[in-house]
Nanobody
């Protein structure tokens, strides 16, 4: 079992930055593919970014590529999402997710992930 707890959300003006973090419990965090997803009101949950167990492979949605950076620290059981140049369209609840398969493949669909955090709200004002 893995428990995920997100932090770092908040209110920011357009053009600003936020750094989300996700703390994971569990002995085998270093083997997990980690992802970030988001869900805006009235919309489906969408993929944002993912990172392989080693950090050697990453994937981003087209809407955040070049603005967001995913990283992980396996020694600290954490994964982070650095969000720069934020836009009002980035407003959503952001979720951290984990998949327990030991692979360098990064998954971009929510169905691939086994564990989810409770989410953290990010609001970007115009």
């Amino acid at each position: 079992q893995v428990q995920l707890v997100e932090a770092g959300g908040g209110l920011v003006q357009a053009g600003g930055s936020l750094r989300l973090s996700c703390a994971a419990s569990g002995r085998t965090f270093s083997r997990y593919v980690m992802g970030w997803f988001r869900q805006a009101p009235g919309k489906e949950r969408e993929f944002v970014a993912a990172i392989s167990w080693s950090g050697g492979a990453t994937s981003y949605s087209n809407s955040v590529k070049g603005r967001f950076t995913i990283s992980r620290d396996n020694a600290k059981n954490t994964v982070a999402l650095q969000m720069n140049s934020l836009k009002p369209d980035d407003t959503a609840v952001y979720y951290c997710a984990a998949d327990g398969r030991f692979t360098n493949v990064v998954f971009t669909t929510s169905i691939e992930y086994d564990y989810w955090g409770q989410g953290t709200q990010v609001t970007v004002s115009p």
